[in-house]
């Protein structure tokens, strides 16, 4: 039972964790493609917004011109934040019920755990 703790989604070790009977391959598939686009949206906010926005403040910031640096850092603000919420969503949605669903893990209320720590 140790082995499978340190694989399945949950933070509290239990004796009998609570199994499904079959794995959904539907519900997988679905993970599964929300984990490829969710990667690639990632890779299209940080190629399309934020590389280009640091490329464009390293000027201001070598000037050191603080108008220019500090609107810059707005600039950035959207997209990180845009990346930080697919990232959970990837992380705490998609990739959790993935690994949840091949253990075969049953409680799919594993997120308030998460949540909580």
Same mark, same amino acid.
Request: charged share 15%.
């Given at each position: ?9 949950? $933070?509290?070790?239990?004796? @009998? ?22 990667v690639n949206v990632s890779i299209a906010v ?6 280009? &926005?640091?490329? @464009? &403040? ?11 640096? &500090? ?6 603000? $959207?997209? @990180? ?11 705490? =949605? &998609?990739?959790?019920?993935? $690994?949840?669903?091949? $253990? ?7 997120? =308030?755990?998460?949540? @909580?720590?």
């Amino acid at each position: 039972d140790i082995y499978y703790y340190w694989f399945a989604p949950t $933070l509290c070790y239990e004796l @009998n964790f609570p199994r499904s009977t079959r794995i959904r391959k539907l519900f997988l598939l679905r993970r599964f493609i929300e984990l490829i686009i969710g990667v690639n949206v990632s890779i299209a906010v940080v190629q399309q917004y934020i590389i280009p &926005s640091v490329v @464009n &403040s390293l000027v201001p910031f070598a000037k050191m011109e603080l108008g220019w640096a &500090s609107e810059r850092l707005l600039k950035l603000a $959207l997209p @990180n934040h845009l990346l930080w919420l697919i990232a959970f969503y990837l992380v705490f =949605h &998609s990739c959790l019920n993935t $690994l949840g669903e091949i $253990l075969q893990f049953a409680d799919r209320d594993f997120y =308030h755990d998460w949540w @909580n720590a």
